[in-house]
């Protein structure tokens, strides 16, 4: 396509949203993306097994609109991995964007992605997550030990999501068949054990804790596009917030992650004490919600002694 007398490349981006009885969601989210400025988009829709009118109003707007595509699942998965693969086995665009049904993003979203990605070679282009609650939006981005405008590999962010997240993850773009890739092995990773476990998928409530560092392990290049905005909706109701014995599952995951770095090599150097160190903080953190007690951060007097900031400097980003 020509733009301002020179010829720009406008790859197809596959936006896959899994949906789970996200009904009153579903016109919102398809008007987010409608009002895209980047104009080479599909819309995926892959319902897992939905109970209310969802795949009703999901069919609704792909007849009239021949962008957008729905996918029924046989069975209900209980987790977004597999209708996530599902919708990048779908996908017909070069790069897919998963987005979750009851978020929204920029009017700029995936024009902004699209350019970070095409003009730095990343697998996974980055954009700024807001944690929206209480009428208040905070951006999820540390800026004191990330730059927005470096490349970074993927196992220089990995650092930066243990113990506490520098940065967001959702509505990531994705190179089609990285993303594939990462999430296949995904659906078979198992722990490595003496007794016989269940695969990750079958088992985690909190798969994306564990998916979200398979993708950056696997990654040499990671950008962010820093114009390009996702807003998260905060749900208090969510399982990691609400104080049940169900958000202990997510120290299950943990194991995973652990499992993911043993998997590819890490077993030791700074990573992997500050594994260490997240392991504990999480458990002490739920220990913490479920029993009304202290933050970690009062709990733990371990940070000091690993650093909170010790893993940026072995982990920089990339000149």
Known sequence: MIENGREVRHPLVSVIVPAYNVAEYVKTIYNSVLAQTYPDWELVFV???????????????????????????????????????????????????????????????IRELIDRALETGAEITLPIMRNCRSGEEVEIFDSEVLDKGSVYTGWDLVAHTLYEWRFGMNGGLYEKEFYKKCLNY?????????????????????????????????????????????????????????????????????????????DHGCSEGPLWRRLQLHLSACLADKMAKYMGGKTKRAMLS????????????SYGAMS
């Not at 009239?64 to 597999?82: A, F, Q």
């Not at 820093?226 to 909706?233: E, W």
């Not at 749900?235 to 997510?250: C, G, L, M, W």
């Open 47 to 109: 319902d897992d097994c939905s109970t209310d009118q969802t795949a009703a109003v999901v069919q609704g707007i792909a007849d009239c609109d021949p962008r957008v595509r729905l996918y029924k699942t046989e069975h209900n998965s209980g987790t977004p991995l597999r209708p996530r693969v599902k919708g990048a086995e779908m996908a017909k665009g070069e790069y897919v964007c998963p987005i979750d049904a009851d978020d929204d993003v920029s009017a700029d979203f």
């Open 186 to 262: 995904l659906l078979g990773l198992r722990l490595t054990v003496k007794a016989p476990v269940v695969a990750l998928t079958e088992s985690l409530m909190f798969i994306d804790e564990a998916g979200s560092r398979v993708l950056l392990m696997d990654a040499e290049k990671v950008a962010f596009a820093s114009k390009a905005v996702y807003n998260y909706r905060y749900n208090p109701d969510s399982v990691v917030e609400i104080k049940s014995a169900r958000s202990f599952n997510v120290l299950d995951s943990n194991m995973f992650i652990r499992q993911a770095l043993l």
């Open 302 to 313: 371990e940070r000091s002694e690993v650093g909170s900031r010790d893993v940026s400097v």
